[in-house]
T-cell receptor
Framework: GNSVTQMEGPVTLSEEAFLTINCTYTATGYPSLFWYVQYPGEGLQLLLKATKADDKGSNKGFEATYRKETTSFHLEKGSVQVSDSAVYFCALVTGGGNKLTFGTGTQLKVEL | DSGVTQTPKHLITATGQRVTLRCSPRSGDLSVYWYQQSLDQGLQFLIQYYNGEERAKGNILERFSAQQFPDLHSELNLSSLELGDSALYFC??????????????FGPGTRLTVT
């Protein structure tokens, strides 16, 4: 079956630090990959996606590259802000499938 | 704001009771998905409806059922509630039946507390 593994949190960074949140996956077929973000007390928002190998998804300064050879989709941002504090979820969908399979989420705390 | 609405925002009820959670998808979206978020299980897919028909089923208990109405809103019914059913229940919607090309947009969730 499909699965997503994310690095354990919480991750605590100072403002303007570089962010990496690791995500690896196991999937049948060729999945589409997503990063969702959940701010405190809110629902999930799609942050970025990539639908095929070597694609790079990007949004709001965040980037992730679909690496088929390492089955990874690591999230990066060059300079985090306090407003980036949230829980980040890596997820996948395979083929014409319907359900999103999520990782456990990684909490990010950014301090001044 | 994703355009997906869910009611109620919070629900507190007792064990053994039955509740109904409601979701209205974004305008134009035909698919509705239900997910459960709990501390021990994480985010899990429950069920999907597409244009009124059940399309896919995940880890949904037999005590839970859902439907999608002609106006495309959906309801998730939870019965014989147990303490372990306490969780955040999200609804999501998308334009198509499924697949990576169709992004899922999430509502704000309904927090269910069973006492």
């Amino acid at each position: 079956g499909n699965s997503v593994t994310q690095m354990e949190g919480p991750v605590t960074l100072s403002e303007e630090a570089f962010l990496t949140i690791n995500c690896t996956y196991t999937a049948t077929g060729y999945p589409s990959l997503f990063w969702y973000v959940q701010y405190p007390g809110e629902g999930l928002q799609l942050l970025l996606k990539a639908t095929k190998a070597d694609d790079k998804g990007s949004n709001k300064g965040f980037e992730a590259t679909y690496r088929k050879e390492t089955t990874s989709f690591h999230l990066e941002k060059g300079s985090v802000q306090v407003s980036d504090s949230a829980v980040y979820f890596c997820a996948l969908v395979t083929g014409g499938g319907n359900k999103l399979t999520f990782g456990t989420g990684t909490q990010l705390k950014v301090e001044l | 704001d994703s355009g997906v609405t869910q009611t109620p925002k919070h629900l507190i009820t007792a064990t053994g009771q039955r509740v109904t959670l409601r979701c209205s998808p974004r305008s134009g979206d035909l698919s509705v998905y239900w997910y459960q978020q709990s501390l021990d299980q994480g985010l899990q897919f429950l069920i999907q409806y597409y244009n009124g028909e059940e399309r896919a089923k995940g880890n949904i208990l037999e005590r839970f059922s859902a439907q999608q109405f002609p106006d495309l809103h959906s309801e998730l019914n939870l019965s014989s509630l147990e303490l372990g059913d306490s969780a955040l229940y999200f609804c999501a919607s998308s334009v198509g039946r499924g697949g990576g090309s169709y992004e899922q947009y999430f509502g704000p969730g309904t927090r269910l507390t069973v006492t």
